[in-house]
Every structure is written in C-alpha cells, then in structure tokens.
C-alpha cells in the first residue's frame, strides 16, 4: 500500500511526544465538561503541527475541532478525541489513550496530505462519560461533509465491531419533610425512603425486562444525621437498551417507579433528564474490515466475541447514525477480568500497555485512512453499506 512504510515510521518518529501526551492526560484526569488543560494541552500540539484549530465548537467550551489537508479531498476523515475522565477513578476508561492516537494518526499523516489528496479532521469530544459532547457536534452539522469517523478504544480485548446500548440518563430528587426521627417521627416525610422504595421498585421491573436491558442507579444524597428524617434525598440513574423504541418505553415504565415511590412515601418528585439519549451503535463492516486488516498487518491478534454481549454505550453511537464509523478496541492486558472503569484498568492506561496501544492504534487508524484516500472503491463500498444498513 503507498504510503503505508511512511505512515508507520511517522507514528514510531513521534512516540516519544504522543507517549507524553498520553501520560499528561492521565496523571491531569479531568471530568466531563471539565477538560481544559486536556485541551489546551492536544490543541497546543495540533497547532504546532499546522493544523487549523476551531476551539469551542458547537457553543462547548471543551470541544474543538482542528483541520488539515486540502480543500477538494479525495475524503474527509475524522479522528475522535475523548479526553474526559471518571470521578475518583481517573482514566479508567482510558480516554487518554483515544485522544492521543487520534492525534497521532493525524499528525502522522499531515505532511502527506497534499500528495494523499486527503483532509484529516480531529474531533476534541468532551463529556462521553456523561452529557454526551459528540451529540451537541452532530446537532451542530460537523458531521455533513465527513466520509468516515474513526476512533480506537482500550479494552481487555482486541475486537472490531461491538453493539453499543441506547441509555438516557435521569437525576431524581425526592422532597419530603424534616422531624426528630425519634421523638416525633409521625411528623415527617421521608424523602429517603422514597429512593429506597425507587430502588425496591426498579428492583421488581427487572425481572421484566428483555435481556440487552440494563437498569443501574446510585444514590447521592440519603440525609444528614439518622435522628433526623430526611427532607430530601436524591439519586442518579442509567437505563440501557439495543433499541430507541424499547428504551422509550422502559423510561415511560422508570418514571413510574419513581412516581409510585414519592406517593407511597408522601413526598414529592423531580425528575431530571441528565444530558442527551445515547443511540446504538451503527457498526460498518466494510470501515471495520480495513481497520482489522491494517491492525492484523501490524501483528495484533483479532479476537471478537459475540457482538452483543458485555456492552456499554457511548456517544459515538449518534455518530454512528449520520457518518460511516468505527469504535473498534485493542486490549491493554490479557487479563479479562482487568475491564473499563476499574483501578486496575487506569494503572494499565497510564504505563507501558497505554503506551504500546497508542502507537498501534495511530497506526492502525492513519493506514485506514490512507485506505479511503486512495482507493475509491473501499471509500465507495463504506459509503453504500452506510446509506442501505
């Protein structure tokens, strides 16, 4: 393939900065909406490499997009940057490691370019552990002109195409009525106790759900002192589902657990919608298989499980609906039970398994894009799986 021995030795040139990048991410971890060292720390590096930088975007102070390559392109790729970190566990999801090989493919592929005919985007994505940043950027329109969106995930397992759940998120709150809990309980309203009979409620719906449905909540206010009955309490929830249609209905059937708590309680409730709807995931084969045969020329081994099976979601999927895209993961460990958003996942994302999956991923992800620069029937063939999934 052109280019290929270049592109490879241009990753292996700047492994030394993307290693840095990666392990400042990691040791300055900053929550969703949060990320402005993250931020200021990869456009800084765009910047230097000539890349164009639009920071902002979208009206999000934490999103940029930077730009390079030719007007009249042959495609237009987008590289995903997530950046955005876990509370009290860090970079458990290993975010540092997607922005710093999205960064190194583009940077690797920038001074070919003009001889690719290609334009490269990098996409600054905040908030995908919770909000949602890529779907503000795709009501904002980025997407309209983009061939493909790529992205490389660390996982416990190199795989290239994984289903991803609808989830919407919800804040509760209950309001209920203080009282000395043993002198005079009978003249308060327990605001916890509604939560836990959300909780006993959601409990008892679960064994009424389809099995790709997910329910999952915790409870972040539950009172100040046990001799005082709680006048507020409140808790936040995930409901997951493969679907927009069944997730539509589980919320309806959620916020009917929540409302029959607050009565059985007499308290009152609030319900909050927390960020966006997360969409499933829109897998193309035709993109996943130039990656898989890119990574398998690299010498990474491909083992996919059942595609619907130990899912997540994330906001990659909205993406997903409007541009051809991939959310493919190299494993950081051979150990399966080290997964996403555990402490032993952020010590492995933050030394040397970080550091050999970032150079792989640039790789793997700057030679797919090559792919659609000069092949038209691959950039063809992704765009016609795309318009008829």
Known sequence: MPFTDEIVTAVDRLSSTLIATSRFLHQHP??????????????SLLKAHDFEVIDGFAELPTAFVAKAGVD??????????????????????????IATSSVGAALALQPYLHALRGQVLVVGCPAEEKGGGKIALVKAGLFADIDAALLVHPSNRTEIFKNALAMRALRV????????????????????????????????????????ARIHGVITDGGRAPNIIPDYAAARFCIRALDLEYLHDLHRRVLACFEAAAKAAGATVAIHEEGEVYHPMKCNRALGALFQANLEALGERVEQTPEDQELG????????????????????????DVVCHSVAFAEAAGGPAGDRAILLAAKALAMTAVDLFTDPSALRQVQEEFRHA
């Open 313 to 336: 979601s994330t906001d990659v999927g909205n993406v997903s609906q409007v541009v051809p895209t991939i959310h493919p993961t190299i494993a950081l460990t051979d150990q399966p």
């Open 173 to 212: 709150e209950f309001f209920g009525k203080a009282s000395h809990a043993a002198a005079a309980p009978h003249l308060g309203i327990n605001a916890l106790d509604a939560v836990v009979l959300a909780f006993t409620n959601l409990n008892a719906l679960r064994q009424q759900l389809r099995d790709d």
């Open 30 to 43: 900053e929550l969703a909406y949060e990320e402005r060292e993250s931020v200021r720390h990869l456009t």
């Open 72 to 97: 009249d392109a042959s495609a237009t790729i987008a590289f995903l940057a997530e950046y955005d970190a876990l509370p009290s566990l860090g970079h458990a999801c290993g975010h540092n490691l």
